[in-house]
DNA sequence: CATGAATGAGAATTCATTCAT
DNA sequence: GATGAATGAATTCTCATTCAT
């Protein structure tokens, strides 16, 4: 075997650990295995990490750094907190479609019994929900929120239904488009379930706008 | 050990693997700890559940009647939807506060990767699930939910949504009153989290009746 | 259950325990598939039978037992060394057809290390073997023979051949006629595979004539 | 345990497991047993075979692997149909005498129920047995052998009446000499069993020789 | 007689981890 | 730094047999 620089390794070691990881339960998935898998022996393995535990939160802290790498500088460009909460839920729901096993992984692991709170894992997940935290939160004080919001109630319904849903969806082998689905999410929570029947006329004229819409991107497009 | 009734050592093994099976990962729970909290021996347990697996399921199963016999009857005594989904909501909430573990535990087995739909496991949920899924459809149906709820997707946002809360809450070890917390989610959900609820179809209306008026300008500026 | 017989209780559970033994090695054959197929729980075979060993046992004099009733005064019935071999061997191979895994059960068994020789099962094969042997011995004796044939040698021949080409004619999935194949056997142990059999016992004598001439020679010589 | 070559570490695990195999059923023998033998614990056994059945499939490879290759050259270099098969029917005595509860072992798991063909086992079996098969059936385009000879059937008398005669002898605690014994079965097979079969003048010639013979060794001793 | 619940010893197998090379 | 052989504890599950009912 040529040289390779400890990073590499390192990476390997990783990815084929997140394979498994995400393929089995934590302890069906075996240090063997995810040797096979990195191309070299279970003794190497613990050269980069103390044991399976470690290596199981290294693959998570890698998973969790990237994902709020990518949120954070697009999230920034994002103004309005409509927008913004459409951006989160539909990145939160592109998770589930990249690899929807570690959705799974990340579930059943923060449901250890006494192993959750204080754990790697814990600090991660709250690194990452402080992002629709701080969006409910800026929005309430924008008034674009109800000012009774509970946030920190909003941000697990949200994280706690998205992955529930995308769990179920999957379940029923259906395809979605993360943006079309952030829409109606959002749409939902923001504006409500309830029918206002007084507003009857206002859905009538909603409708009927609706039509103009639909007419005046076929005049776009014809053209 | 004495002769003993079926039916009573039955239950103490479930009463023993519940507990286990609470507090530890499936494959961390051992039978021999279970047969040591149920004052057999492990051969005991194979007499009276096949394996470990069904031993599982059938902790599962006696949770889910138990439940399911307890909703059923109080659901039927309440008219109107929203009083129905704050019975439901505080009901689901309960769970959380008698059983802590238990919920962690279904969620940690629902996620076991490629092993849940078709599972005990998810007939269990399904059944208990259809409480809510219906109460959403009838509400649609009388009117009093808006004419386009997705009803599937309502129902995982809730029940995702308030396994989440509730956990993170224990997490926090602060207690908390189901009913009030199922009136604010309730209400939450149903009224929206916008602000001015009422106004806000007016507001989006009006966005879009501006963007039309632009597009229109521009359209009409190209003939 | 209405009352049965002893007997009848008796031979339900050795045609279940012939079944189950044939179909399985002794260690895999459990008593309780035995007493599933029986229509009774494992308690009601120790009635009958001291132990798994006994009961094996039993199945095993039971099938002997029937073969020697059967094979008894047929042989008595037919003269002729040629012929009764002829019956015997044919015999022999219906074994291997009207039950092939129970020749393979007692194949099995008798090879046990150090269990074998003074075993019920050993008892039973040298009476069964006896019809064989004696017919040999009696087919020298009456100069059908050759005077020198090795008795014991002949009928090990004959019982091991058999069986070890029944059981991969089976293997090979091919059927066979236990007479016509019996024939073929006979011939070729009575007739020798030798070429020209017709010159052949003329070589043997020309070959004896040239010993007896060469020690006439010497005879001579020494007078 | 010190490191060691694994080669030694694997030939003594493959020793141990012999002795053990031979000397219980393969459902007897237990692999604590083996590794206590062979001086390791029992995880190791698994480092070196994949589970109990790989590892008796080894034994039995070894011990067929040295036989063939102790038969090939020999073989080799013997002509003459006859004397080949004295070689063959000599060697395959030989191994009841090196290792009589090998041969049993053997005999034991081929008549495994529904799991010998197609087994590894099989494949060597079949492997030996060529040398035999092919030594008939050019015994037969030589016009040594009758030209009508069955040649798998003769081959499966051969190996299984020797093996039946073989397993019997060493109950009776008889030792024997393979050589000699060769000689006596193969002048039975090749010159058949009967008395003068078809040549009743040839036949009272001979007995006249015999009777020659008789007084000629009479006359000798006299002298 | 029949039952069948309970036993308890023992089976194969797995695997994270170590450490001498 | 990498190796990979060895460990040894732990796990699930099986089953002949017993004996109180």
Same mark, same amino acid.
């Given at each position: ?88 839920? $539909?990145?939160?729901?592109?998770? #589930?479609?990249?690899?929807?096993? /570690?959705? +799974? ?5 923060? =449901? !250890? ?26 929005g309430v004080r924008r008034g674009e929120l109800r000012a009774d919001l509970n946030c920190a109630l909003a941000r697990d319904l949200i994280f706690g239904g998205i992955e529930h849903w995308a769990f179920n969806e999957r379940g029923r082998r259906r395809a979605f488009e993360p943006a079309a689905v952030a829409d109606t999410i959002v749409g939902m929570l923001l504006d409500g379930w309830a029918a206002?029947?007084?507003? $009857?006329?206002?859905?009538?004229? #909603?409708?009927?706008?609706?039509? /103009?819409? +639909? ?5 776009? =497009? !014809?053209?």
């Amino acid at each position: 075997m040529p040289r390779r620089r400890k990073a590499a390794r390192s990476s390997e070691i990783l990815a084929a650990a997140r394979e498994v990881f995400t393929a089995r339960s934590y302890e069906e998935a075996s240090i063997s295995e995810i040797a096979a898998l990195a191309g070299c022996v279970e003794g190497t393995i613990y050269t980069y990490f103390r044991n399976k535990r470690e290596l199981l939160d290294a693959v998570l802290a890698a998973f969790f750094d990237a994902l709020v790498d990518d949120v954070a500088p697009r999230l920034d460009a994002i103004h309005g907190t409509r927008d913004r909460l459409r951006f989160l839920v $539909a990145r939160h729901l592109q998770i #589930s479609l990249d690899d929807p096993a /570690l959705g +799974a992984l990340i579930v059943r692991e923060s =449901r !250890r019994q006494g192993a959750y709170f204080g754990s790697k894992l814990h600090e991660l997940n709250r690194r990452y929900s402080r992002f629709l935290q701080q969006t409910l939160e800026e929005g309430v004080r924008r008034g674009e929120l109800r000012a009774d919001l509970n946030c920190a109630l909003a941000r697990d319904l949200i994280f706690g239904g998205i992955e529930h849903w995308a769990f179920n969806e999957r379940g029923r082998r259906r395809a979605f488009e993360p943006a079309a689905v952030a829409d109606t999410i959002v749409g939902m929570l923001l504006d409500g379930w309830a029918a206002s029947p007084q507003d $009857a006329p206002l859905a009538v004229l #909603s409708r009927r706008v609706d039509r /103009l819409e +639909a007419s005046l991107r076929q005049t776009g =497009r !014809r053209k």
